[in-house]
């Protein structure tokens, strides 16, 4: 059984905490959260004491951390709980600086406690199905990689403006599920965006449409594709096409119904929220952290992974300035 | 809180103890079985008790059972349970006797305690969008309703043999079904069966391929197509034609892949399992019995409804043996 | 080259006089009609002669004639030409009369000449690859066949009372296509119909919707329904259940559009008329009836077929008003 | 009735004498080509003349001309078209070169002679339907547009070598339908190439797999993916997200039978070749040619249509061996 204790009790940790009481393994014992009323609620919802962050790393019967803060503490977070001998699956993205991931990178390496980062749609049923098919070589060797994510609506303008920008708030998942799938990080990266959904965004200097197109050393592309609103929900596809065919992970949609009238046939929306979307993906993620530290196996997504698709992140909002290609360098990716 | 004793530890009992104890307003207390081993694994399992069920039915604390025993001990349990003050939600089918199950109606109908039938489909996520859209008039008025149910592999034929038929035993939902979407029980019935999928099935005294024609009153018709046997998986689809359109409701499938390669476009199969297939729907289906029991409002399937299914079963045998319509006479429907 | 003169200026003839043109190894070299008016148009359109039919049948140069004229002269006309030498391609149904179309095949085996009965969905490409898929045994045994033949709306109650009923002029395209599929005429027939779609039809004595059960001798089944409306178009749809999966031919659709909004995700309607959706199949079944005259291999679809798919009618008709399966005897059958 | 000569009696050549022919109101009398048995097959097919292009050019009978010799004779050829009073329908792309395209452009434009450029794909029902909806505000304003252009396999090195390259010789069906949809040029293209299908194609200094971002002064975005090869047939999609949902476009496919079995439910590939899947779209090309000369109304496209396609690949050539965004001037653009 895994000893647990939930760092950040907003939405998303709320999402994980029910992932932890959901699993047979483990169990949560203890939240905290710089919002007291946040870590009262989720305790008294699952029985759980609410505790100082101090109190949680000094605890030697806690064996693991789960890191759902600001993304502004996590670095701080991820070296605390290492140093006190925690295993660690923290959010993503790791921070929204570059350089601080790279410092929390070599501060935490020495430690060997196991850090997780949360890229949760690897662990979603139909990306992991179409992952295990590439892997087995249904479609020969991948070429050129594209993912669709858009989002149902724009998120408020005052949270857009301290969240780093559409590449390292949103875009992130993708540049992980890009390399992730092309079996490594690209070599360069060209971005074009723009605000047309909110011009309230665009004031903000971000964008909230845009397009990303990485390339690989061995000339292999991907190219992914966003937008702050798709109007009829959230829209999360994925297609590889490979030397020998092509393979398409699809939305999924609230129900199978269709409806014939003179008006066509009306299949239902793709599932409108993110947490229905991916439920099934964190509990999967939870179990699939838990089975590493239990057996002592490498993380399924890692630290380094976390500075790749930050990398990446980085790499596109400079592009994206200049209208020039800029190269991913091995100083960006750390180790 | 609603309090619980399951009466039946069996593999669908424990999908509803499951459901029971998964609901924020119930509290799964107590276990029987003839089976003593099978009742002890579930206690253990679920933190309960292992009980008689004269202890069960004389805990008043005990607000509720759900009979998930073997089908010969419905009516019994339902009038011994319903006297004891009970609510009731039973597996179908009512019984494998038109006649008790009769019977059982006329004696716990003055009990004034609320009985529901277990006819899960109707919970089902997708068959319940496709009613609200039949209510909703938007296909119009219905007029011709068609049922595709194939199990992934035919049962052993000893299961065959106590089964009470396929009418009784599988079509016995199809007929539910048909009765909830077009509202009411048919006039007639004509059944057309054989043995195609097992010889020992045949030589049993029973049909393995069947369709069945139900019609209304007011000519309009309903036909269901039977397979113990689908080499794809589980197949459950329905749909209406109304006077304005076409609705549908097609299979849940494994999941979103598509793979295009020179053999075609090749998508998963349907979910292959009932219990993956209708796990949401037991859970609905328990939470509407709850809903109705707290407050005592009408059971959403009734006793009522699972005599008018074991009618149209019954008058499914006699088709398909005589090669004639059957009429469904107001005997056959009881109250 | 074949030199043909088209018996019948009708729309159906007008079909057939396009596809006879634009066969590059065929001729229209004559057409004749009872309406003149309408002979001398489609005369004009393709630059061909109006003769009488005495002219045509005692021309030498004319190896074959196609039979597009009002049904109960179809017969007839079979018979004098096969007696005057000519190849004979005829519309469906051969006759309303059983027994006249049965004379019919009497007086005509010994003549030698090739016949062919239009059943054109059997050329359509969508039903073909489906036929050659279930014939190369990719789902092993068929055992369950359902037809989904719905038109767009009905015809006027005019037609309908001269039209042999929905069984001889409708379904008889789904009996041909059931018999086909299976492999031989079914044992017994079971049908139920009313009149939902249009009172006068039930007025004139005929049902607008119907669901035909077959089955055969060895317990294979097949379901057709019926529909003379059905407000999204033209339905035809077609599955077979077999030992080791499922083949399903599905509706051809206006364009490959597909629009999602809050509403959901649409889709375009199907082919709404009969000679969009078949009109490939006309030319085919043109082309198999010329392969087959130049080749004397036998004729795809035989006179025997066509009489028994009457047969069906036949049955169908006297079970819908018994509410009895009724049999088909070797008799019903002819030769 | 409109008298056409055709030049050129290549593959595609042949393609538009059909198309010709089966019009209606118009006539093949005479075709040209450098290859002399070429000319004189067709010529034979369709029973006209092979003439010489001085011959068919003094014509006065001849209305129109059809240009479907190699690119790099379509400027001169446009030319003297027009010099001698035929309108023009010239296969796509206008030229190779970019300034010999503008210099045609300048020397047509006091003709007043009709030119239009063959962007068949404009014409293909599905695409036609998808632009006629956005046009329709069925999406509101659209925003990102997301173009898949993959051809079943690679043409031979020899044809790679004089074809302009991936983006002149492919890509320029793309950056026609991107203009088309996004209603104008855009004013900025990056491109992301490589060899991945042939390492041929690389040694010629061509690209074979690539992906070129469109953007426009208002911020809107295309994305056109492109490969040589896919294992499955011929990838034509497009779909267009706009503020209020998204347009879609899918693959045509080669018949509608799905096959359920334990491998999962198969359906059938694209269409494969470029003349199945557009043959209705150049007959409908040919129509609005036709339609626009009689009625005297502007080409549905225009050799400034032609020229700015050619201005996108000329940018989206130097973009990617740059890897630097190309802007498109006004100077790229003609009048």
Redesign the interface.
Known sequence: MMKVALLGAGRIGQVHARAITAHSDSELVAVTDVVTAAAEALASTHGIEVRTLDEILADPSIDAVLIATSTDTHSDLIERATAAGKAVLCEKPVDLSLDRALACQARTSASGQPIMIGFNRRFD??FA??KA?LDAG???KP??L?I?S?DPAPPPVAYVKVSGGLFRDMTIHDFDMACWMMGGAPA?V?A??????DPGIGAAGDVD???V?L?WA????A?I?N?R????GY?QRLEV?????????????????????????????PLHFFLERYMRAYELEWAAFLDAWRNKTPMPVTLSDGIRALACAEAATRSQRS???VALTPEMMGR
Chains 1, 2, 3, 4 share one sequence.
Do not use: C, H, W
């Open positions: 049923p139909n199905a179409l098919a249904e479609i020969g070429e050129l594209s669709t858009f360069g060209m074009v965006g723009a605000s047309l959904v449409t845009a397009v197109t390339s061995d000339g292999r592309i190219v594709k937008s609103r798709a109007g009829y829209d096409l490979g030397s020998k065919g092509l393979l398409q992970a699809e939305n999924v949609l609230e129900n199978t119904l269709t409806r014939m009238t003179e008006a066509g046939s009306l299949r239902a929306k209208g020039e290609a």
